[in-house]
Every structure is written in C-alpha cells, then in structure tokens.
C-alpha cells in the first residue's frame, strides 16, 4: 500500500484544480457580460416604449375641441359633433394646407378612425367627412 502520496501528485492535482477554476470563471464572466447587455439592450427598449407612449397618449376631447375650433379651418366651413361617443367631423370647403395639417394631426393621435370620405369640389378644395372614437 501506498504510505505517503508524492507531492508532485498533490501539485499536479492543484494545478489541473487551477485550470478548471480559470476555465470555469471565464465562462461565468461571459455569461455575465452576456446577460448586462441585454439588459442595456431592454433599458434602451423600455425608454423607446416610454417616449412613444409619450407621444402616442390618448386623445382628450378638450384637446380634439380646440384643434377643431382653431383659427386653422376658419375658411373650410367646418363642423363637428359628438354622437354616442364618436366624433363627426364635417368639412365643406378644405384647401390643402387645411387638409394635410388636419389629416396629421388627427392620424398622428391614437383614435380610431371608424369612417373617413374625402371628395374632390375643385382644383384647390376638399369636402371631407370623418367619424373617429377615442
């Protein structure tokens, strides 16, 4: 029977012992860098989501009302009421600087538009004919 183990046998073992531990932390650092950017990758998504929710809020009607009366449609005849919770907006006489802005404004706001009609009167004007839901 063996008396004593040979000390190179015992520095043998600590260094292959050194190795699987190097190797090992090596691989749980790369997991870690992994998993950071990730992270930074979701934050940088989460602040995306949160700015376009910013942009993208809901509608209120005091803000639908005063785009509507505002001196922009003075001359486009126009007229809107509110019927079972829908917007129904009716204009006679658009010119295109009145329409492009309206048309903006209003796709640009998360509303449901449920119609929208838009007819040619003249070479410079529009008659237009939406209904919208907040």
Request: aromatic share 6%; net charge positive.
């Amino acid at each position: 029977m063996i008396r004593t183990i040979h000390p190179l046998y015992l520095l043998g073992l600590m260094f292959i012992l050194l190795l699987t531990l190097i190797w090992q932390n090596s691989k749980i650092e790369s997991e870690i860098s992994f998993e950071l950017n990730k992270r930074a990758d979701e934050r940088v998504m989460a602040k995306r989501i949160v700015d376009l929710k910013k942009v993208m809020q809901t509608a209120h009607k005091g803000q639908i009302d005063s785009f509507l009366d505002s001196s922009l449609f003075a001359g486009a005849e126009m007229t809107h009421r509110v019927k079972n919770g829908r917007y129904i907006i009716n204009a006679k006489s658009m010119n295109a600087r009145q329409l492009q802005s309206y048309l903006n404004r209003i796709l640009n706001m998360s509303v449901k538009v449920m119609q929208l009609k838009v007819e040619s009167k003249s070479d410079k004007h529009v008659s237009l004919y939406m209904e919208i839901s907040l």
